[in-house]
């Protein structure tokens, strides 16, 4: 399997390699945040009681990681569409690939992907804004950013495939994505120093929240159980759940 999955990764990466557009296009949302809105936000934490602790570069940008792991690999979807209405997919059916290979060579090309916008990110903070974190923190948020990334790139595939329609799929995306951004805290924090208690009981609810409190404690040098505990077994969580869905897709496509 690991031979396929090899295989099926390196042809979705030499496409992406050819056309590196998408790439492009992708990492700006995050990098004009990052220089937009980061700045705007330095005398709001330094006099707003209530932010979690650190200072706007250490809060914001870990955030951001998530932001480019959790919107970057959400509608890689699209691409497996357009492979199964032109016939891709159907002709490597056909071939001796192992099913799970088909999915996990694209997800760990998303991956990549995903991880290359990430140490971009990182280095602007660190040479613009003089972001300083610690190097084990930022290896860990990488790890958590990657992880994130296979679970939402194998659920993209997933309900690409289910769904089988263009209109259909950016749609329910769109209605999913936009309450998990604004109850992630991912533009701002949500505390209970800062958020009514109802707003802060909503995004207990949303996994995603957790993810992004991991992060930022991986970024402040939190190593600590409360820090990281929750935020990782909830992500964990989340990606067996979901390349057990994708892969389960994938071989119902081939029944």
């Known amino acids: ?52 602790p650190g200072d706007v570069w250490t809060i ?9 792991a959790l919107f970057g690999t959400s509608f890689v979807g699209f691409g497996l569409l357009a492979e ?27 991956v990549l992907q995903a991880l290359v916008q990430a140490l971009i990110l990182i280095g602007l903070a660190m040479v613009v804004f003089g972001l300083r974190a610690p190097l084990g923190g930022i290896l860990l948020s990488l790890v958590i950013a990657a992880l994130l990334a296979v679970t939402m790139a194998s659920s993209s595939y997933a309900l690409a495939l289910t769904l089988k329609s263009e209109r259909s799929f950016p749609a329910l995306l769109n209605a999913v994505l936009l309450p998990v951004l604004l109850l992630s805290g991912i533009l701002l924090p949500i505390t209970t120093g800062l958020a009514p208690t109802w707003l802060y009981t909503l995004s207990r609810i949303n996994p995603f929240s957790h993810i992004v409190e991991a992060e930022r404690a991986g970024f402040r040098g939190d190593f600590t159980t409360d820090g990281l505990l929750t ?10 759940l979901a390349v057990w869905w994708g892969a389960s897709t994938f071989r119902k496509e081939n029944a």
């Open 1 to 52: 399997m690991w031979r396929d999955t090899w295989l099926i990764f390196r042809r979705d990466f030499a496409l992406s390699a050819r056309n590196p557009t998408w790439l492009i296009i992708q990492i700006m949302q995050p990098v004009l945040y990052l220089v937009l809105f980061g700045p705007l936000m330095e005398k709001v934490v330094a006099s707003t009681p209530g932010f979690p």
């Open 60 to 68: 914001f940008t870990p955030a951001l990681i998530v932001m480019i």
């Open 84 to 110: 199964y209405r032109s016939g891709v997919v159907e002709r490597l059916r056909v071939t001796p690939v192992s099913r799970v290979a088909l999915l996990l060579g694209k997800v760990l090309n998303n």
């Open 231 to 240: 935020g990782s077994l909830v992500l964990a969580a989340l990606t067996v």
